[in-house]
């Protein structure tokens, strides 16, 4: 199965910041990755496919890119709402979906 | 308002069986591959199986195949996972998920999950 790799698995961050989040693919997957973000007690939410693509109705302050096989989620300027769990999906290996270990975004 | 509601969830002894259902509306179910997401608390959501729009093509994790069956009634726009031979690592939330209007296979609607237990 290809592994995606989370970096960091969590930070501190207050509102306002910058803040980005890494996942790193064990072999090529083009652009098949997607982001998600996941409040307790709820289901993952689509944030962006394809690598780039913003989901319709969430925020421009999100994005996301790839540089080979390393892709990156931005949050620009960090809102309360955004304090959250965030993971990446691989796609590329349709009979083998798999998800990132998750990045947990904490209020400094 | 396109919606997935999952049922089925409970406490269940390990060897045990349970059907878990997932009902779907506000959108044309039949035209859509539906999967099983699981998640442990505290940990990354797991993928466990998907069925294509008509019923003919399913596919598992390694980790529940033969144990684990997807099927779909489209008539009741109603997705099913029957869960067999059920182990202590199947405890989890599980969730049915769709990719309704984004692409790349990412799944933009998801369900409320419901909650397995397996223990004794």
């Known amino acids: 199965d290809i592994q995606l790799t989370q970096s960091p698995s969590s930070l501190s961050a207050s509102v306002g910041d910058r803040v980005t989040i890494t996942c790193r693919a064990s072999q090529s997957i083009t652009s098949s990755l997607n982001w998600y973000q996941q409040k307790p007690g709820k289901a993952p939410k689509l944030l962006i496919y394809?690598?780039?693509y913003l989901q319709s109705g969430v925020p421009s302050r999100f994005s996301g890119s790839r540089s080979g096989t390393d892709f990156t989620l931005t949050i620009t300027s960090l809102l309360p709402e955004d304090f959250a769990t965030y993971y990446c999906?691989?796609?590329?290996?349709?009979?083998?979906?798999?998800f990132g270990g998750g990045t947990k975004v904490e209020i400094k | 308002e396109v919606q997935l509601v999952e049922s089925g969830g409970g406490l269940v002894q390990p060897g045990g069986s349970l059907r878990l259902s997932c009902a779907a509306s506000g959108f044309t179910f039949n035209n859509y591959w539906m999967h099983w997401v699981r998640q442990t608390p505290g940990k990354g959501p797991v993928w466990v199986s998907r069925?294509?729009?008509?019923?003919?093509?399913?596919n598992y994790a390694d980790s529940v195949k033969g144990r684990f069956t997807i099927s779909r009634d489209n008539a009741k726009n109603t997705l099913y996972l029957q869960m067999n031979s059920l182990r202590a690592e199947d405890t989890a939330v599980y969730y049915c998920?769709?990719?309704?209007?984004?692409?790349?296979?990412?799944?933009?609607?998801w369900g409320q999950g419901t909650m397995v237990t397996v223990s004794s």
């Open positions: 394809a690598a780039s």
């Open positions: 999906q691989q796609t590329y290996s349709a009979l083998a979906i798999t």
């Open positions: 069925i294509n729009s008509d019923g003919s093509s399913t």
């Open positions: 998920a769709t990719t309704y209007s984004s692409g790349f296979d990412s799944f933009d609607i």
